[in-house]
């Protein structure tokens, strides 16, 4: 099956600055890449999500970008802000919105930006 | 976004208690719904597929008998889990499987604690 590695586990970063956080998938029939941030207590909210067709997608100050070759997808997040704090998980999926299609989560990133 | 509302938020109670959780789509027609559970600081393991009108997938692992799963109309998912134990203490999170084109969206969790 799908295995979905995330880097960094934690992730410090000043106000202003950016946060990348990276993901790297095994099974290369995927085809939708979510990205979750979830907050204490709460489920997981979609940030943002990219196809297989495409190879980067932006909104506003997040982006994500997608390397079918080699597997992995990366979030950035730019000028961060303290309310950006949360867990962070990628997710992959054979679906082509994974809305009917089993996701694969990713083991999360702490992101704490600091003032 | 799909609008997910799950019920309750917060249940703690005796072990040997059964436990109903429910997870309504609120916008839109949902023929799937997932079934996560969530450990501190720890990723999303989905744990069934439910299937609206038939019976739930489970995922290799979780038992059936213990964690039971109705979907009996297209707005509304149930989750039991019978005769809980303290082992069974977690975080339970639904999500829809969208309809057509739409990404999947969760539900703000259930933290069920087991005494």
């Known amino acids: 099956g799908e295995n979905v590695e995330q880097h960094p586990s934690t992730l410090s970063v000043q106000e202003g600055d950016s946060a990348v956080i990276k993901c790297t998938y095994s099974d290369s029939a995927s085809n939708y890449f979510p990205w979750y941030k979830q907050e204490l207590g709460k489920g997981p909210q979609l940030i943002i999500d990219i196809r297989s067709n495409v190879g980067e997608k932006k909104d506003q100050r997040i982006a994500v970008t997608l390397n079918k070759t080699a597997k992995h997808f990366s979030l950035h997040i730019t000028e961060t802000q303290p309310e950006d704090s949360a867990v962070y998980f990628c997710a992959a999926s054979k679906g082509i919105t994974g809305g009917g299609n089993k996701l694969t989560f990713g083991t999360g990133t702490q992101l704490k930006v600091e003032l | 976004g799909a609008v997910v509302s799950q019920h309750p938020s917060r249940v703690i109670c005796k072990s040997g208690t059964s436990v109903k959780i429910e997870c309504r789509s609120l916008?839109?027609?949902?023929?799937?719904m997932f079934w996560y559970r969530q450990f501190p600081k720890q990723s999303l393991m989905l744990m069934a597929t439910?299937?609206?009108?038939?019976?739930?997938?489970?995922e290799q692992g979780v038992e059936k008998d213990k964690f039971l799963i109705n979907h009996a109309s297209l707005t509304l998912s149930t989750l039991t889990v019978a005769s809980a134990h303290p082992e069974d203490s977690s975080f339970y999170i639904c999500?829809?499987?969208?309809?057509?084109?739409?990404?999947?969206?969760f539900g703000d969790g259930t933290r069920l604690s087991i005494l």
């Open positions: 999500s829809t499987g969208g309809k057509g084109n739409q990404p999947q969206h």
């Open positions: 439910s299937n609206e009108g038939s019976k739930a997938t489970y």
């Open positions: 916008d839109f027609q949902a023929t799937t």
